[in-house]
C-alpha cells in the first residue's frame, strides 16, 4: 500500500488497570511489541520498564498495546515528546527512563561523565572472586568426572597397542635415540624414581594416573621446587 504510514507512536497499558505505563516509537509495531516480551523473558529486565513487563510475565500477563498516532518517520521523535509530556501532564507514572526522541538513542557521553565511571569502576572486578564453596563445589564436579561408555570405547581405540608407560630398560633404542637427541625442550615424558626403580612416562597425564601425584606438584619435583611428592623423585626427560 503506498499510503501505509512510515511511523507510530505507540503506550503500554497494565491489563489490570489500564493504566499507561510506556510510550515508544517503532516504524513496526509488531517486531517492537515482541522485542520488549523477549527481553524481559530473557533474564534481562534491568529498566523500570523491562521489569514492570518481566512481573506481568510472571503472571502470566502481557501488556496491551495500543496506537496513539501514526505518520511520518522524520515525526517520530517531536510526537514521542509530546506524547510522553502529554500523559505525564495526566498524572501517569510512566516507566520511561528519558523525555523522548532524540535522547533515546545517538546520545554520546561527554568526557566528563566518561571520567565519572572511570573513576568508578578502575579497579574493580567485573564479578566477585571465586568464594571457597565454589572452589569445593568446583573440584567435587571434578573428582566425580566419569567417561562415558561411548568416550571409553573412543580412548581405547585411540590409545590400542599404545604402552601407558616404559621402563628404561623395556624402552625401544630408537626411543632413547630421540630422547636423548631432541632433549628435554621438546619431549614431553618425565621420569619417576622410587625405591630405587625409575620409570618412564610420556606424558605428566599418565604418570599422574600411574603414581597419584598431581601434575603441577609433579612438575615441581622436576624442576627443584620441591624434593619428592608421596615418594616419588620426577625429572625432565
Known amino acids: 500500500m503506498t499510503n501505509q504510514p512510515h511511523g507510530f507512536i505507540y503506550s503500554l497499558s497494565d491489563p489490570r488497570t489500564a493504566h499507561v505505563k510506556y510510550i515508544g516509537q517503532t516504524i513496526n509495531v509488531e517486531k517492537r511489541y515482541n522485542l520488549h516480551l523477549f527481553h524481559s523473558k530473557q533474564g534481562r529486565a534491568r529498566t523500570h520498564k523491562e521489569k514492570w ?34 500523559f505525564k501532564s495526566f498524572g501517569a ?3 520511561n527512563a528519558t523525555l523522548g526522541g532524540l535522547t533515546t538513542r545517538g546520545k554520546k557521553c561527554s568526557e566528563e ?5 572511570r573513576e568508578m569502576f578502575t579497579g574493580k572486578l567485573l564479578r566477585p572472586p571465586i568464594t571457597e564453596e565454589e572452589k569445593r563445589k568446583a573440584s567435587e564436579r571434578q573428582k566425580n568426572f566419569k ?10 581405540i585411540a590409545r590400542k597397542g599404545k604402552p601407558s608407560h616404559w621402563s628404561f630398560t623395556e624402552m625401544p633404542e630408537h626411543f632413547k635415540r630421540n630422547i636423548s ?5 621438546t619431549s614431553k615424558g618425565i ?27 609433579m612438575r615441581q619435583v ?9 615418594g616419588y623423585i620426577f625429572r625432565w626427560v
Do not use: M
Not at 147 to 156: I, P, R, V, Y
Not at 199 to 217: I, L, M, N, W
Open 53 to 86: 513487563i518481566n512481573g506481568l510475565l510472571n503472571d502470566n500477563l502481557k501488556p496491551e498495546i495500543n496506537i496513539l498516532w501514526q505518520g511520518d518517520v522524520s515525526l517520530l521523535d517531536q510526537k514521542e515528546i509530546e506524547y510522553i509530556a502529554l
Open 93 to 95: 507514572k510512566l516507566t
Open 113 to 117: 561523565t566518561k571520567l565519572k565511571f
Open 147 to 156: 567417561h562415558t561408555e561411548a568416550s571409553k570405547k573412543k580412548l581405547s
Open 181 to 185: 637427541e631432541i632433549g628435554r625442550k
Open 191 to 217: 621420569f619417576a624414581t622410587k625405591d630405587g626403580i625409575e620409570v618412564y612416562y610420556p606424558s605428566t597425564v599418565v604418570a599422574e594416573k600411574e603414581t597419584g601425584c598431581d601434575r603441577k606438584t
Open 222 to 230: 622436576a624442576n627443584g621446587t620441591y624434593k619428592q611428592c608421596k
